[in-house]
């Protein structure tokens, strides 16, 4: 061999190397996981039993999976417009949904039942559930809700009810599961009436919502901000209105997410709302009329418990409008899915953003930035989802911007796969802390001091590991309702003997930072996560 060929030859291999194992150049990856699951995955959740539930809307016309004998009801399509996928031997099960889901929301109760509200026709005021066990399916409660809740949104709240806030045309709020007679009130919310940009393009759908640690509710629709007081039903601050002239709800869909929430033993933590893109507020006409304007680059961040709270505005790499963005458990942002021109409705957007972005937002780590990951081929426009697994992956899945199942003749084919994403933490050669004990195992109660084990090969210690907790989402239009990273305070670090340490930590002190239910409780250590273990607190 020459000398030059072998240089050549040793230089490939050690940029091989470098690639896979020195990191730097990893930006993530991707797998196609099932190329159909049968219906687009318009609504997505994750339960406790690491199974996915997924759901479309029921009038939508025949999907690609029929449900099996015997399910089918009278006047019924016989198809499934949901399906439970199980990210472990990725098998589909069909189920059962009669009423109309669709543009709906929901939440995972404290006892991990998916209860989920609302939809359109005769399924405005449904209250559906499903319990995760075997061969369960769903079961629906007609007249569950006092208002009909079409693109509404849910919160868990810290004494274990959910909060259905809005909804096309509806100002309103109210509770549920109705347990109580104070459930069966109706609370208005003008606040819905004043953001509306349009009687048609309302702007302001799907509003964001966040618990603050004060035990108010953060509200945010269109381009303004309130904390309110649900109980009194009394608006407590009003936040500025975040600048640019720039829509953030639907259907000039952004994305928001409470930033991670580092407790302390001592005091309550201060809260921040991060909210990126949208587009200008009258680009869905546009669109219509086939003008697509550019989605916004621009993110606001709000200290939402500061005295004197002030929008700090940041710029994205690109611009996106249906953005999903993912807290992962390393407590960053994953912007993932969506488009850079048009907005959400049918055939409204065009140049789907392929490359997810990856924000740290240095709150926990000093590092604050934005990073463009690896490209996905394909595109997820209106109606996609995501949701981050356990494994630490993130699922991806669905986008159908056709009124009904077309898979020709449409620039956007209806999207029935389902992928999942490889964040740069999953690079290959990683040495990955391994969650080996939870002492107790699972139930947590609040201001509790407990403890776990870990293995990791390199060096663990107060400085270079931390402890998250992540409240599972039911994800939507863009946005994940009830998302949650909680960043644990941790006592001590014990290293035990070789690669194996012992940490206390505490489990949140109230229900207000941790409302009641399940979670995911994730290892971090030097930017890597652990798998996560489910924890339940109550
Ligand atoms: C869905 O079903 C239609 C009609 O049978 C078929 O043309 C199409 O290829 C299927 N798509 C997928 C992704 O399975
Ligand atoms: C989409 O599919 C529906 C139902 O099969 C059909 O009626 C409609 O014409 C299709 N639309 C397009 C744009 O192909």
């Not at 700090?312 to 899915?337: A, F, H, S, W």
Request: charge should be positive; include cysteine.
């Amino acid at each position: 061999m020459e000398a030059k060929t072998l240089i050549i030859l040793l230089f490939a291999i050690f940029s091989t190397f470098n690639l896979a194992v020195g990191g730097q150049a990893y930006r993530g990856g991707w797998k196609l996981l099932k190329r159909s699951i049968g219906i687009s995955a318009m609504h997505m959740a994750l339960l406790p039993n690491d199974r996915i539930v997924t759901f479309d809307r029921t009038d939508i016309g025949p999907t690609n999976i029929t449900l099996p004998k015997g399910k089918c009801k009278q006047n019924m399509d016989c198809y499934a417009h949901s399906v439970e996928f199980d990210p472990s031997n990725r098998n589909v099960r069909p189920l059962t949904i009669l009423s109309d889901t669709w543009c709906s929301s929901g939440a995972l109760s404290p006892d991990g039942v998916l209860i989920q509200t609302g939809g359109t026709g005769f399924g405005e005021r449904v209250v559906r559930y499903f319990k995760p066990c075997v061969d369960c399916d769903w079961t629906e409660h007609p007249n569950g809700l006092l208002s009909p809740r079409w693109y509404a949104s849910n919160q868990i709240l810290p004494d274990g009810k959910i909060i259905v806030v809005g909804g096309r045309f509806q100002f309103s709020y109210e509770f549920i599961p109705k347990t109580s007679s104070s459930d069966s009130i109706l609370y208005q919310l003008p606040f819905l009436k004043e953001t509306t940009y349009k009687e048609w393009v309302l702007n302001n759908l799907y509003p964001f919502l966040h618990l603050s640690p004060d035990g108010n509710l953060f509200i945010f629709a269109n381009d303004r901000a309130i904390l309110l007081d649900y109980v009194k039903n009394k608006v407590v601050r009003n936040f500025p209105v975040m600048p640019g002239g720039v829509a953030r709800n639907y259907p000039s869909t952004g994305s928001s997410a409470l930033l991670p929430l580092k407790l302390s033993v001592k005091r309550t933590p201060d809260a921040e709302v991060f909210i990126c893109g949208g587009t200008s507020p009258d680009s869905n006409e546009k669109a219509i009329q086939g003008i697509f304007l550019p989605a916004t680059k621009t993110c606001g961040r709000l200290i939402i418990t500061a005295a004197n709270p002030k929008w700090v505005m940041e710029e994205m790499p690109t611009g996106r409008v249906m953005g999903d963005m993912i807290l992962l458990p390393t407590g960053d942002v994953l912007i993932i899915n969506g488009a850079a021109k048009g907005t959400a409705g049918w055939f409204n957007a065009i140049e789907p953003v392929l490359n997810p972005v990856l924000y740290q937002p240095g709150t926990i780590t000093p590092t604050r930035k934005f990073e463009i990951l690896a490209p996905s081929t394909i595109p997820r426009l209106y109606h996609s989802t995501a949701h981050l697994l356990s494994d630490g992956r993130v699922l991806v899945a669905g986008g159908n911007p056709n009124n009904f199942y077309n898979f020709t003749h449409v620039v956007y084919p209806t999207e029935l796969s389902l992928e999942a994403f490889y964040p740069p933490y999953l690079r290959s050669g990683t040495s990955r802390p391994i969650i080996t004990w939870l002492n107790p195992a699972v139930e947590l109660g609040y201001k509790m001091k407990f403890s776990l084990g870990f293995q990791q090969k390199m060096k663990a210690q107060l400085g270079n590991m931390y402890i998250t907790m992540v409240a599972p989402s039911f994800t939507s239009h863009s946005y994940s309702m009830h998302q949650r990273v909680l960043v644990l305070a941790v006592d001590s670090v014990r290293q035990i003997s070789v690669g194996k340490y012992a940490v206390e930590t505490n489990a949140p002190a109230t229900a207000v930072l941790a409302p009641p239910g399940y979670y995911q409780l994730f290892v971090v250590h030097e930017g890597v996560p652990s798998r996560g273990k489910w924890v339940h607190i109550k």
